[in-house]
């Protein structure tokens, strides 16, 4: 019940944050002892959150959908943004984390020398039980970097990690693999270091379903696609 989490929280917390918050109702019985979480928590915004997760997709003209239930971590950043991770995670909050880039992680300098953790990475090493080498990437399988749950988190190769990449946003089309091409539109998909023409089309939008295709051959399931 509601007696075991906010313990198992407690104890995971520590004295690392300022404040605690919970999704749903909170009866007056239940003040004293969140209260004593609260004031254990001194340095960083952390808050516990039932999300529930909406999946929806169609087929044969039916929607079908998929409710699931995740503990997480919310962790206030500088910024204003928040990063979630999971409540396995929450001892991470006591770090000053912010953005490096599209990615959050903290530095420590050292002699002069500042090095900089990031917070994807650290999780991941956690779930593989080891430390990743500099060959070594952690993809975020959704694109956003804010989103450092375990199932959000995967080891890839620089070249599968640039594979889920989202569109450029300097594209001039607002698709990916797709750029204007004389009076029509061109896609193109990089496949092991080389460009592949797969055609003009007289919309960007066949030309973005042309590299979704393609993509899905050649990137499997690190293809990022547009639709």
């Not at 019940?1 to 009866?27: K, P």
Request: proline share 1%; hydrophobic share 35%.
């Amino acid at each position: 019940g509601w007696r075991s989490w906010l313990m198992r929280l407690t104890e995971a917390c520590g004295h690392m944050g300022q404040s605690l918050s919970l999704g749903g109702q909170i009866s007056a019985c239940r003040s004293n002892q969140l209260q004593l979480c609260i004031n254990k928590c001194k340095r960083a915004q952390v808050a516990l959150t039932h999300t529930l997760v909406l999946t929806k997709w169609k087929e044969n003209s039916k929607m079908a959908y998929l409710d699931s239930t995740l503990r997480t971590i919310s962790i206030q950043l500088p910024s204003g943004d928040v990063s979630i991770v999971d409540e396995q995670d929450a001892d991470l909050a006591q770090r000053n984390w912010r953005h490096f880039g599209r990615y959050i992680g903290y530095s420590v300098t050292k002699d002069y020398q500042v090095d900089v953790f990031l917070l994807h990475r650290i999780i991941l090493e956690r779930i593989l039980g080891r430390q990743l080498n500099n060959c070594e990437y952690c993809d975020h399988i959704n694109g956003d970097g804010a989103d450092n749950r375990r199932l959000n988190l995967r080891l890839a190769t620089h070249a599968e990690n640039m594979k889920n990449r989202k569109v450029n946003k300097n594209s001039k089309t607002g698709f990916k693999g797709v750029r204007p091409h004389r009076k029509k539109f061109r896609a193109t998909i990089v496949v092991n270091g080389n460009r592949i023409n797969l055609g003009s089309y007289e919309t960007p939008e066949m030309a973005a379903k042309a590299y979704d295709e393609a993509a899905i051959i050649h990137h499997g399931k690190f293809a990022k696609t547009n639709f």
